[in-house]
């Protein structure tokens, strides 16, 4: 069927690089990108960071210019949602009552955050992944002196405890795992992480889970742990993950399993149906396995894939996983697979000055790198994908050796 009308649903990340990606590449159809947020598409990683540390303002955080939409013939419906799809009709149907019809239809819905089991209802408890959850924050931590729970000790959890201790607050943080972003990065890298935020006073409670949160007058006033300590709150910040918005999709019978399944293409089982993003759970040439990933990188080079897809061109997402993190004065990027990592990591460098490389390795290929404050100039994460593409077994003490450069470990025999 040729591609007439492309209408994409979710202005994330996502949708809007898709959307831009398909006038790059010459297509002068319709293009109706329907948003249920009020914003025009934005970029979420500075929302944790920058953005609410007040040193990055709103015009860091579009995704295109506010005037490129209108330029671009690309019809923007912010504040609407997609309420239902009709895979056999090729059309959806809007909050509004409209309907829309398509030729290629792209789900780029994203995320939305997971909550815990525990009834609140009390101001002052709320989940985090929005501009206005953003601004709702900073304006309650940017004086400081309150005392705030996270719970929750990935990512998103750990960038917010280090942005309201900058501000001054009391930082508790409570998490599952014996030890911060373990299931991340195994616990000697997460423990680097929590010296870290140990060393600007943020305390944690791990394992532990909250049992109650106690309020008075509608207020949180504190957060009582499994082992009964109440952790006094003013403000409880839950970071439990996010759960991927398969909705639209399950209930129009397409194929889901975490997330809605995808090939390399990003096409999902209905006929001119791709998704892409957070949403998408998509086969990685490299693994032969299906991935879905939660980061910034993999809805940009997402967005772009569907896109030229949509359009019937050769596109496979096949770039290596990427994303970063800035928590105080560390900042860190990290390549690769986790699910392939077999094996505590090699380190090069030192975690006591807090300027590192760690590699994993799997049957002695190196199939996850990250950097933490690695001189940029040295190009640490180009190396370090081009170390996993290429599949080069390398020792680990080579890998440990800081004087080894790394391009030239591609070179290396076999061991
Ligand atoms: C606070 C925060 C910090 C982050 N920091 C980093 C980082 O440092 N590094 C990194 O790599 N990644 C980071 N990420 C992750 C990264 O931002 C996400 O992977 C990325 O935003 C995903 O983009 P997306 O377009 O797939 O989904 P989203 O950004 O979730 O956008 C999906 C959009 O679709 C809309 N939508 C859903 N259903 C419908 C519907 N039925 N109709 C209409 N619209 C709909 C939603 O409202 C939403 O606006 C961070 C995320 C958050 C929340």
Do not use: C
């Amino acid at each position: 069927m040729a591609v007439e009308n492309i209408v994409i649903v979710g202005g994330g990340l996502a949708g809007a690089t898709a959307a831009k990606t398909l006038r790059a590449e010459g297509f002068s159809g319709p293009v109706v990108l329907v948003a249920a947020e009020s914003h025009q598409p934005y970029l979420r990683p500075p929302l944790s960071k920058e953005y609410l540390l007040g040193k990055a303002g709103d015009d860091a955080l579009p995704v295109v210019p506010e005037d490129w939409y209108d330029a671009n013939g690309v019809d923007l419906r912010l504040g609407v949602q997609v309420t239902d799809l009709d895979p056999a009709a090729r059309a959806v149907v809007l909050d509004g009552g409209g309907r829309l019809e398509y030729s290629s239809l792209l789900l780029a819905t994203g995320a939305r955050p997971r909550s815990i089991p525990l009834p609140s209802g009390l101001e002052g408890v709320s989940t985090f992944r929005t501009v206005e959850d953003s601004r709702r924050l900073h304006a309650r931590l940017a004086d400081g002196g309150l005392n705030v729970v996270m719970i929750g000790s990935g990512w998103i959890g750990m960038e917010l405890a280090a942005a309201a201790s900058t501000f001054g607050n009391t930082v508790t943080l409570l998490g599952l795992e014996e030890v911060p972003l373990g299931a991340a990065i195994g616990p000697d890298l997460g423990g680097f992480f929590r010296g870290l935020h140990e060393a600007h006073g943020v305390r944690f409670r791990l394992p532990a889970s909250a049992a109650e949160i106690q309020g008075r007058s509608g207020r949180a006033t504190a957060v009582v742990t499994d082992a009964g300590e109440v952790l006094p709150a003013d403000l409880v910040v839950i970071a439990v993950g996010v759960a991927p918005e398969v909705g639209l999709a399950e209930a129009a019978g397409i194929g889901i399993r975490n997330g809605i399944l995808t090939d390399a293409s990003l096409r999902t089982s209905a006929p001119g149906i791709f998704a892409a993003g957070d949403v998408a759970n998509a086969l990685h040439p490299f693994t032969g396995e299906h991935h879905r990933s939660e980061h910034w990188s993999n809805a940009l080079n997402g967005g772009k894939v569907a896109a030229k897809a949509m359009l019937g061109l050769d596109a496979v997402l096949d770039t290596i996983p990427y994303f970063y993190t800035d928590q105080y004065d560390v900042s860190m990027e990290y390549s690769g697979f986790p699910s392939l990592v077999a094996g505590p990591p090699v380190i090069r460098g030192s975690l006591a000055d807090k300027e590192f490389m760690a590699f994993w390795q799997r049957e002695g290929s190196v199939v996850a790198g990250m950097n933490v404050n690695w001189p940029r100039a040295a190009k640490p994460q180009k190396a370090i994908k081009a170390l996993i593409s290429s599949r080069t077994a390398v020792s680990p003490d080579l890998l440990a050796d800081s004087s080894a450069p790394l391009d030239q470990l591609l070179d290396q025999p076999p061991i």
